[in-house]
């Protein structure tokens, strides 16, 4: 059984920093990209930021470059993001989730993914 864990939400105030990080249980060798996504009440998900295992190459949405910062250790199962400068409007339901790629990272495309973590809350206020 697939599973990944998100935690380290939490309640931070505008301008500060939070590290997130997803553990992977299971057989999860498939899985060649992880990424990060979000969801805010009454808004879309979007795509944060992913990674492609096989050579450590990111992607980041437009929107967080220069802020958020994505690690893969593939040696522990398990995925962080760094965030900082968050704003009031980042506030939602972080996700992490694992896609098969053909050998690069996947830019967020949110079809790709197949395996979703619960969440765990990021609160900026």
């Known amino acids: 059984h697939v599973q990944l864990v998100e935690s380290g939400g939490g309640l931070v105030q505008p301008g500060g920093s939070l590290r997130l990080t997803c553990a992977a249980s299971?057989?999860?060798?498939?899985?060649?990209?992880m990424g990060w996504f979000r969801q805010a009440p009454g808004k879309e998900r979007e795509g944060v930021a992913d990674?492609?295992?096989?050579?450590?190459?990111?992607y980041y949405a437009d929107s967080v470059k220069g802020r958020f910062t994505i690690s893969l250790d593939n040696a522990k199962s398990t995925l962080a993001l760094r965030i900082n400068s968050l704003k009031p409007e980042e506030t939602a339901l972080y996700y992490c989730?694992?896609?098969?790629?053909?050998?690069?990272?996947?830019?967020?495309?949110?079809?790709?993914?197949?395996?979703w973590g619960k969440g765990t809350q990021v609160t900026v206020s």
């Open positions: 989730a694992a896609a098969k790629s053909f050998g690069a990272v996947v830019k967020c495309e949110l079809g790709a993914f197949d395996l």
């Open positions: 299971g057989c999860t060798d498939s899985y060649n990209v």
């Open positions: 990674g492609y295992t096989g050579d450590a190459k990111t």
